[in-house]
């Protein structure tokens, strides 16, 4: 592996195989979305090893490769050294333009009806209310 620290190789992961798609990494690795996250922003201390350990099996990873750059971010924090982050500031959140769901890009939709809001009942005389 040549990356610097471990962010950057969860980012080269998702880059290489999933085209910057961090949700594809989470359905193919089995990983939670949030955890897989707050590693390439690099705001996890230390990764939980059996996760680790599932990603390199999921990717052909050497395990002592991973645990070596894990280990040296950990020096980087103890001798408050920044630990290298991904350039992540064109990055877009939500799904590719034109993949949403009921969105199939082909021009401008039906408008849509008027919707009238129910009216209110009028309440019954003699009722109590309980505050």
Request: aromatic fraction near 4%.
């Amino acid at each position: 592996m040549t990356d610097e620290s471990f962010p950057l190789l969860i980012h080269r992961l998702v880059v290489e195989h999933h085209q910057g798609n961090l949700l594809s990494m989470t359905r193919r690795s089995g990983i939670d979305h949030g955890t897989l996250r707050n590693w390439v922003h690099g705001l996890t201390k230390q990764p939980d090893l059996w996760l680790v350990r599932r990603l390199c099996e999921v990717y052909g990873l050497d395990m002592d490769e991973a645990l070596h750059l894990m280990n040296r971010d950990v020096v980087r924090r103890a001798l408050a050294q920044p630990v290298p982050l991904p350039d992540l500031s064109r990055v877009r959140r939500g799904p590719a333009p034109g993949t949403a769901r009921g969105r199939t890009g082909r021009g401008p939709g039906k408008p849509l009806a008027p919707v009238k809001s129910p009216e209110r009942p009028e309440p019954r005389s003699g009722t109590s209310r309980i505050a």
